[in-house]
């Protein structure tokens, strides 16, 4: 084999299939016909004797040969990223910049205080911070989109190193004045019979509550279902309903004195973690690892 062809351009035709999962996808993206990339992809699984995808009816998915290449081929491109940045920095003074994927509750507080008291240690750096699910920020840090992620996490993840992690349970969340509240300990069925606020189904809050709740044969009743956590925070503010959320997010509201945490047993299970993740073959420039080690001592919550 000719180690040339690893080079060339049906390894950028291979990792567009990988980043879509599907050979159609892949050619509306590069604004070619399917059979271009199809004809890229049998010359690369021709050059290497072997097959780097399994067809499936719908979309592709790599093989075990398939995945070590799109490994080498992110490596490589980031690695050209890289190499072309410190050139770059060679010419040029430039502010550092960290490119970050959070997921919303990361994004409507925590972060942007975050990120306002490291500029008053390093104000020559400047941010991007795009906000997802969490899977999909994962999947952004593991494709080299971002330099770093914060996300929650029910177990580990291939290709992701996982930089700070610290349990997140589940809180219930509710008004000071609402009936619950002056309650010692709150079930899980108590819960379910109240009106609730909840997330939206994609979230790990969410997952988590339908594990909790299917464990023991509950249904519940929400009343409002939003993606935004911050609305669903205020809406339990006034006393309408139940919500649920990490205690970074909600730190301010419940040193304020606006929501209190229940305390309901069932929820106290280390299932799910906050992360400050990064790709695994990836190293982090010093200014990202000074970001990481001031936002991890900010996520640590406050002794009461």
């Keep these: 084999m000719n180690a040339r062809i690893l080079s060339e351009t049906a390894v950028l035709y291979f990792m567009q299939v990988v980043n879509c999962g599907s050979i159609s996808e892949a050619a509306t993206r590069m604004h070619v016909v399917p059979s271009a990339v199809s004809r890229q992809i049998r010359r690369l699984e021709n050059a290497l ?36 940045n ?62 770093i992620g914060f996300s929650f996490s029910l177990g580990a993840t291939r290709d992701i190193k996982v930089l700070y992690s610290q349990p997140a349970p589940l809180l219930a969340l509710v008004s000071p ?51 935004n956590l911050d609305t669903l925070a205020q809406f339990a503010v006034t006393g309408s309903a139940v919500t649920f959320g990490g205690e970074v997010f909600v730190r301010h509201h419940l040193s304020a004195g606006r929501l209190v945490a229940l305390n309901v047993p069932e929820l106290k299970e280390n299932d799910r973690s906050i992360e400050i993740q990064t790709l695994a073959s990836h190293h982090v420039s010093p200014v990202t690892e000074q970001f990481i080690d001031f936002i991890s001592e900010a996520i640590v919550p406050p002794l009461k």
């Excluded at 770059?88 to 959070?102: E, G, H, M």
């Excluded at 507080?109 to 500029?119: E, N, Q, S, W």
């Excluded at 750096?125 to 795009?130: E, G, N, P, R, S």
């Excluded at 023991?216 to 929400?222: A, K």
């Design 49 to 84: 004797e072997t097959a780097l995808f399994e067809r499936q009816a719908r979309g592709v998915t790599l093989t075990p040969a398939g995945e070590l290449l799109a490994a080498y081929a992110r490596r490589t491109l980031l690695d050209a990223v890289q190499v072309t």
């Design 177 to 227: 004045d609402h009936l619950l509240a002056q309650r010692h300990e709150v079930s899980l069925r108590d819960l379910a019979e109240v009106p609730l606020a909840l997330p939206g189904i994609n979230t790990t809050l969410r997952q988590l509550l339908d594990i909790y709740c299917s464990r023991q044969g509950l249904s519940y009743h929400s009343v409002l279902d939003s993606d």
């Design 86 to 147: 410190e050139i770059q920095s060679l010419r040029q003074v430039s502010a550092s910049r960290i490119k970050i994927a959070c997921t919303h509750g990361f994004a409507s507080h925590f972060m942007p205080a975050g990120i306002a008291g490291f500029r008053k240690r390093r104000p020559d750096c400047t941010f991007q911070l795009q906000v997802a699910p969490a899977r999909e920020v994962t999947r952004r840090v593991r494709e080299g989109e971002v330099d």
